[in-house]
C-alpha cells in the first residue's frame, strides 16, 4: 500500500498539496485501504509527478491538473485541431472538440483550452497554414459543441437574469456562447440574444426579460465603436449593468465595465460578485 506520507516522499510533493490537488482539481482518485488511508496506485503517483513538473516550470495549478490528465489519456492537442482545419478534416476536428470537453470540466476546459486553442487557429489562419474555410469549419464545430452545452444546462429557476450577446454588425460569439453557458452553470438566468443584435433590441428584450444586466465583447478594436450605440439605448434606465469581455474590452464606451480574461471568473463574478482574474482571454 502507497499511503500519502509514502506518495509525498515519492513524488516530492507535501502531503497537504496532495490532499489540496485532490480537493481543488480531482488530480487523482487514490483507493482506500480497510482502515480508511488513502492507497496511491502506480497510476495516481505518475499523474502527480506530472502536474509536479508542470507546476515547477510554472504552470498554474488548474492548467497543470488538465494537462497532467490529457497528457495521460492521449488527449488531442489545439495543434491536432489547427492540422485537421489545415486538411478541412470535419470528423477529425470534430474528435479533437469532443475529445478536450472529454478531459475536464466546462470552464476549465473553456478557459485552459478552447479559448487558446482558438487564438492558435487565428495564428495559423494569418500564417496561411490554415485556409479561411478551414477556420470557418472549426468555428461553426465549436459553435455546435457550444450551443449543446448550452441547452443541456438547466435554466436556474432564480438568479440574476443577463443579456449575452454581439453588437450590430459583429458576428463574433464564441466566447459569448461560452459566457453564457458559464454564468448559467454558475446560477445566472442567462438570454442568449446571439450575433449582431440591433441597439434598440437590447433594451426592448432588457424590459422584456426583466435582465439586471447586459454582456458583450469587443474581440477586435473596430468592435469598440459598435458598442456605443447600445450604451446610448441604456443611458437612465436605473440599476442596469453593461459589462463587456474580450481581448480589447478596455476599448469599450462607457458605461460598459470591464470583465477581466477569464470566462469562469466573469460568469461568477456577475452571479456572486467574485472580482475576475487576469486569466486566458474570453475574446
Same mark, same amino acid.
Not at 488511508?37 to 502506480?42: A, T, W
Not at 509536479?52 to 492548467?63: D, I, S
Not at 469562469?264 to 482574474?277: E, I, K, M, Q, S
Given at each position: 500500500?502507497?499511503?500519502?506520507?509514502?506518495?509525498?516522499?515519492?513524488?516530492?510533493?507535501?502531503?497537504? *498539496?496532495?490532499?489540496?490537488?485532490? !480537493?481543488?482539481?480531482?488530480?487523482?482518485?487514490?483507493?482506500?485501504?480497510?482502515?480508511?488511508?488513502?492507497?496511491?496506485?502506480?497510476?495516481?503517483?505518475?499523474?502527480?509527478?506530472?502536474?509536479?513538473? #508542470?507546476?515547477?516550470?510554472?504552470?498554474?495549478?488548474?492548467?497543470?491538473?488538465?494537462?497532467?490528465?490529457?497528457?495521460?489519456?492521449?488527449?488531442?492537442?489545439?495543434?491536432?485541431?489547427?492540422?485537421?482545419?489545415? &486538411?478541412?478534416? $470535419?470528423?477529425?476536428?470534430?474528435?479533437?472538440?469532443? %475529445?478536450?470537453?472529454?478531459?475536464?470540466?466546462?470552464?476549465?476546459?473553456?478557459? %485552459?483550452?478552447?479559448?487558446?486553442?482558438?487564438?492558435?487557429?487565428?495564428?495559423?489562419?494569418?500564417?496561411?497554414?490554415?485556409?479561411?474555410?478551414?477556420?470557418?469549419?472549426?468555428?461553426?464545430?465549436?459553435?455546435?459543441?457550444? &450551443?449543446?452545452?448550452?441547452?443541456?444546462?438547466?435554466?436556474?429557476?432564480?438568479?440574476?437574469?443577463?443579456?449575452?450577446?454581439?453588437?450590430?454588425?459583429?458576428?463574433?460569439? #464564441?466566447?459569448?456562447?461560452?459566457?453564457?453557458?458559464?454564468?448559467?452553470?454558475?446560477?445566472?438566468?442567462?438570454?442568449?440574444?446571439?450575433?449582431?443584435?440591433?441597439?434598440?433590441?437590447?433594451?426592448?428584450?432588457?424590459?422584456?426579460?426583466?435582465?439586471?444586466?447586459?454582456? $458583450?465583447?469587443?474581440?477586435?478594436?473596430? %468592435?469598440?465603436?459598435?458598442?456605443?450605440?447600445?450604451?446610448?439605448?441604456?443611458?437612465?434606465?436605473?440599476?442596469?449593468?453593461?459589462?463587456?469581455?474580450?481581448?480589447?474590452?478596455?476599448?469599450?464606451? *462607457?458605461?460598459?465595465?470591464?470583465?477581466?480574461?477569464?470566462?469562469?471568473?466573469?460568469? !461568477?463574478?456577475?452571479? %456572486?460578485?467574485?472580482?475576475?482574474?487576469?486569466?486566458?482571454?474570453?475574446?
Amino acid at each position: 500500500m502507497v499511503t500519502i506520507k509514502r506518495a509525498a516522499e515519492l513524488t516530492g510533493v507535501p502531503e497537504h *498539496t496532495l490532499r489540496a490537488w485532490e !480537493r481543488r482539481y480531482g488530480l487523482v482518485s487514490p483507493g482506500r485501504s480497510a482502515a480508511g488511508y488513502r492507497d496511491y496506485d502506480e497510476q495516481a503517483l505518475d499523474r502527480i509527478r506530472t502536474m509536479h513538473g #508542470l507546476v515547477e516550470e510554472g504552470w498554474a495549478p488548474r492548467k497543470a491538473a488538465l494537462e497532467a490528465a490529457r497528457r495521460e489519456n492521449g488527449a488531442a492537442t489545439a495543434q491536432d485541431l489547427v492540422a485537421a482545419a489545415s &486538411a478541412m478534416d $470535419s470528423e477529425a476536428a470534430g474528435r479533437v472538440i469532443d %475529445d478536450l470537453f472529454a478531459h475536464g470540466p466546462f470552464e476549465a476546459v473553456v478557459d %485552459d483550452w478552447l479559448m487558446p486553442a482558438m487564438v492558435e487557429m487565428g495564428h495559423a489562419w494569418a500564417s496561411g497554414t490554415v485556409s479561411v474555410a478551414g477556420e470557418h469549419l472549426v468555428s461553426n464545430l465549436v459553435m455546435r459543441r457550444l &450551443a449543446a452545452a448550452y441547452d443541456a444546462t438547466a435554466q436556474p429557476a432564480s438568479g440574476p437574469t443577463l443579456l449575452v450577446g454581439a453588437p450590430p454588425g459583429v458576428d463574433h460569439q #464564441l466566447s459569448l456562447l461560452a459566457f453564457a453557458t458559464a454564468a448559467r452553470r454558475a446560477g445566472a438566468v442567462t438570454v442568449y440574444l446571439g450575433a449582431q443584435v440591433p441597439a434598440e433590441a437590447w433594451r426592448e428584450a432588457a424590459v422584456a426579460v426583466g435582465a439586471r444586466a447586459a454582456v $458583450s465583447s469587443v474581440h477586435r478594436r473596430r %468592435d469598440a465603436a459598435r458598442l456605443r450605440a447600445v450604451a446610448d439605448e441604456f443611458r437612465g434606465l436605473p440599476a442596469f449593468e453593461l459589462w463587456v469581455g474580450g481581448r480589447h474590452q478596455h476599448l469599450a464606451p *462607457t458605461p460598459f465595465r470591464p470583465l477581466g480574461h477569464s470566462i469562469t471568473a466573469a460568469a !461568477r463574478l456577475l452571479v %456572486d460578485g467574485n472580482t475576475p482574474a487576469a486569466a486566458p482571454q474570453p475574446g
